[in-house]
Structure formats: C-alpha cells, structure tokens
C-alpha cells in the first residue's frame, strides 16, 4: 500500500497535470503512443512541459484525442494516446511501467529521443514481456491508398537513470 501512495504523485508529476499551453508558430508533428500494459508516459526535459503526458490502460483515466491521425478511433481512449508534438528538433519521452512487490518496486522505465519532422505521423509500441523486459519501438506513418503504412525509424536510447544533463543536453 505504501508504494502505491509514493506512486501516484510520481505517476501525476510526470503524466502532464498542470501542463503549460502548447506555444504557437512553431513546427508540429503528431505522435501516437500504444501499449500491452499500463505505462505512464511523461516529459524528461523542462522545455517539453506543454506536451501533455498521460496513462495508457489506467482504469481511473481516460481521454479522446484532441488530434486526428491516421487510424485514430474513439473508442480506443484509454489504449492510446496521440498528442501534438514540437518538430524539427530533438524530443524525448520517458514511458513507465511499475508494480509493487514484497521486495520493492519492479519497474521498467525506457528514455527515449528522436526528430520528429514537421506536419509528419509516428507511432511509437512500448511492449512488455512477462519477464519485465520493455522494448519500445518507433514508427513513421502515412496513408497510401487507405491503408496505413509503418517505417521503423531509429530512436535514441538512454538508461533510466540518466541525468537530465544527458537526455537534455540545452537545459542545465
């Protein structure tokens, strides 16, 4: 029980609650965020705030999303989540998975960074095995003749620990 309550601010910190507005005039992309179990998803660097992070397959939240991409339904609100995201420069996320046991807390956290390009579609599957191993992989999307295409695209990766410094390196 004394888990869960260190969890939930680190889980509310993290996941987007008092976002800042998204700024206006710069270049934009969109990002689709999927899962095999509940994850928060949330911002490493402070000049990244305005993204709003968010829960995936939490059974006390849900939301629709505010952006349209390719393939995006109603009712899959609490599956995924999609978000306007700054292009043009280097963005990273850190998605979350955790679960208290006896002995403490089992977790497995992926950093991540890319470029998004602007006016472009990604998707990005963070999976986890029975073993507690996460891997996350990303995706570019577009449309051809109806159907939805996925390219693998590099990410960058950074262990869990890693200081602010090096996941943010214009922030000190």
């Not at 029980?1 to 507005?21: E, S």
């Not at 990002?31 to 968010?54: H, L, Q, S, W, Y």
């Not at 629709?64 to 899959?76: A, I």
């Not at 998975?97 to 472009?120: D, H, L, Y």
């Given at each position: 029980?004394?888990?869960?309550?260190?969890?939930?601010?680190?889980?509310?910190?993290?996941?987007?609650?008092?976002?800042?507005?998204?700024?206006?005039?710069?270049?934009?992309?969109?990002?689709?965020?999927?899962?095999?179990?509940?994850?928060?998803?949330?911002?490493?660097?402070?000049?990244?705030?305005?993204?709003?992070?968010?829960?995936?397959?939490?059974?006390?939240?849900?939301?629709?999303?505010?952006?349209?991409?390719?393939?995006?339904?109603?009712?899959?609100?609490?599956?995924?989540?999609?978000?306007?995201?700054?292009?043009?420069?280097?963005?990273?996320?850190?998605?979350?998975?955790?679960?208290?046991?006896?002995?403490?807390?089992?977790?497995?956290?992926?950093?991540?960074?890319?470029?998004?390009?602007?006016?472009?579609?990604?998707q990005a599957d963070y999976v986890l095995s029975p073993d507690a191993f996460c891997a996350?992989?990303?995706?570019?999307?577009?449309?051809?003749?109806?159907?939805?295409?996925?390219?693998?695209?590099p990410v960058k990766r950074y262990p869990a620990a890693e200081k602010a410094s090096a996941?943010?390196?214009?922030?000190?």
């Amino acid at each position: 029980m004394t888990y869960r309550l260190v969890l939930i601010p680190l889980l509310l910190l993290t996941a987007g609650c008092a976002t800042p507005p998204f700024p206006e005039g710069i270049p934009t992309a969109m990002i689709r965020f999927t899962a095999n179990a509940p994850v928060a998803i949330g911002m490493p660097c402070e000049r990244d705030r305005f993204v709003k992070g968010g829960f995936i397959k939490n059974p006390y939240t849900s939301e629709m999303s505010s952006v349209k991409m390719y393939g995006s339904r109603s009712d899959k609100n609490n599956e995924v989540i999609e978000r306007l995201i700054p292009a043009d420069r280097t963005l990273s996320f850190r998605i979350m998975w955790g679960k208290p046991t006896r002995s403490g807390i089992v977790q497995c956290i992926a950093v991540i960074s890319f470029r998004p390009m602007p006016n472009e579609q990604y998707q990005a599957d963070y999976v986890l095995s029975p073993d507690a191993f996460c891997a996350l992989k990303m995706y570019r999307l577009s449309e051809k003749n109806g159907a939805i295409q996925k390219t693998e695209i590099p990410v960058k990766r950074y262990p869990a620990a890693e200081k602010a410094s090096a996941v943010c390196p214009d922030e000190t």
